[in-house]
């Protein structure tokens, strides 16, 4: 089982940066795969970034060259850094974890922490 809590959220004016941070429980974090999602109101959970095991990343085109994820295996944690923030960033924002050989949905989440962006 592992555990998986956010932090860093907040409220910032738009064109500010914002860093989340997702702390791991378990032995296994450098072989999970991780990602960030984040939910708008009335809107679905939406793909914003992962990072495999090897550090590859890949990014959703709306945050790509804004946003950077990252992952600190000694710390067990992953990173999400937020730049040129807009308001339709804001959202409760998640992160996700899953072994590297896992196929289909991340089975692990954090409960989700607000991020809003004023204009």
């Known amino acids: 089982q592992v555990q998986l809590v956010e932090s860093g959220g907040g409220l910032v004016q738009a064109g500010g940066s914002l860093r989340l941070s997702c702390a791991a429980s378990?032995?296994?974090?450098?072989?999970?795969?991780l990602g960030w999602f984040r939910q708008a109101p009335g809107k679905e959970r939406e793909f914003v970034a992962a990072?495999?095991?090897?550090?590859?990343?890949t990014y959703a085109d709306s945050v790509k060259g804004r946003f950077t994820i990252s992952r600190d295996n000694a710390k067990k944690t992953t990173y999400l850094q937020m730049n040129s923030l807009k308001p339709e960033d804001t959202a409760v924002y998640y992160c996700?974890?899953?072994?590297?050989?896992?196929?289909?949905?991340?089975?692990?989440w954090g409960q989700g922490i607000q991020v809003t962006v004023s204009s």
């Open positions: 996700a974890a899953d072994s590297a050989q896992a196929v289909g949905p991340y089975r692990y």
């Open positions: 990072i495999s095991r090897s550090s590859d990343t």
């Open positions: 378990g032995r296994a974090f450098s072989s999970y795969r």
